[in-house]
């Protein structure tokens, strides 16, 4: 169900270009589910990742709510993804900090666009 949002996320990805369109889906304690897509721009580094964008949000909006899961899915426009992608170093930190801020980890599934899901149980085993 996670993973469907993700892949719902990933549809509305602004990823002009470099094609490869990610999607978030995080799943709060109270249930809520924040969704999150890459942001690209012009100004390569002005973009930012679908995660950080799901995280942030949640932590803006929500800042009391422990995360408790995150889906990700990527696709790329011209080629088949068939093997999931680990998130990018930055975001690895990100979500590290709020584990260790809220004492609790975030399990983390991965997917492509179709095949293997990978499970992580912990941020701390990414980084
Ligand atoms: N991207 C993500 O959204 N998450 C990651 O963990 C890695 C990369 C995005 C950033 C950029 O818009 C595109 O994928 C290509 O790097």
Not at 25 to 38: M, S, V
Request: net charge negative; glycine share 6%; proline share 5%.
């Amino acid at each position: 169900m996670l993973m469907d949002k993700a892949i719902e996320a990933r549809g509305k990805a602004y990823a002009p270009y470099s094609k490869f369109s990610v999607g978030a889906a995080l799943l709060l304690e109270n249930n809520e589910i924040i969704l999150g897509n890459n942001q690209e721009n012009a100004a390569y580094p002005s973009g930012l990742c679908a995660e950080r964008v799901a995280i942030f949000a949640a932590s803006a909006n929500h800042p009391q709510k422990k995360m408790l899961a995150m889906a990700v899915t990527c696709r790329h426009s011209e080629k088949p993804t068939l093997t999931p992608f680990a998130s990018c170093g930055a975001c690895r930190q990100v979500m590290l900090e709020y584990e260790l801020v809220q004492e609790n980890p975030i399990r983390t599934l991965f997917y492509g666009e179709d095949g293997e899901v990978w499970e992580v149980a912990s941020t701390k085993l990414l980084l």
